[in-house]
């Protein structure tokens, strides 16, 4: 089984900056692309960034060329970096690892439980 942990949210203020961590631990060989989402009150869940199996990147539109995915293959944890964040940005910050095939082996989707982040004016 694999485990998520978000942290890292926390209050930021607009021109600040914010970096979330996922790290993730138990059967590590399914951990090979994960996605970070997010979702604000009343608003339906969106991707933020995605880290894909052949490792590409992909980023929502609202987000391009402030946030950034990145992965720490030691610490088997991966991080969202946030530039510039917005009042917009607030919400709540899952990673995702979704379904894979990985050398014959079927990996669920897993998700993690969220980190809270709030950007101030």
């Known amino acids: 089984q694999v485990q998520l942990v978000e942290s890292g949210g926390g209050v930021v203020h607009t021109g600040g900056s914010l970096t979330l961590s996922c790290a993730a631990s138990?059967?590590?060989?399914?951990?090979?692309?994960l996605d970070w989402y997010r979702q604000a009150p009343g608003k339906q869940r969106e991707l933020v960034a995605a880290?894909?199996?052949?490792?590409?990147?992909d980023y929502g539109d609202s987000v391009k060329g402030r946030f950034t995915i990145s992965r720490d293959y030691v610490k088997s944890t991966w991080y969202l970096q946030m530039n510039s964040p917005r009042p917009e940005d607030t919400a709540v910050y899952s990673c995702?690892?979704?379904?894979?095939?990985?050398?014959?082996?079927?990996?669920?989707?897993?998700w993690g439980h969220g980190t809270q982040v709030t950007v101030s004016s």
């Open positions: 995702h690892v979704p379904q894979q095939w990985i050398n014959g082996l079927h990996c669920p989707q897993v």
């Open positions: 880290l894909s199996t052949a490792g590409t990147t």
């Open positions: 138990g059967r590590t060989a399914c951990i090979i692309a």
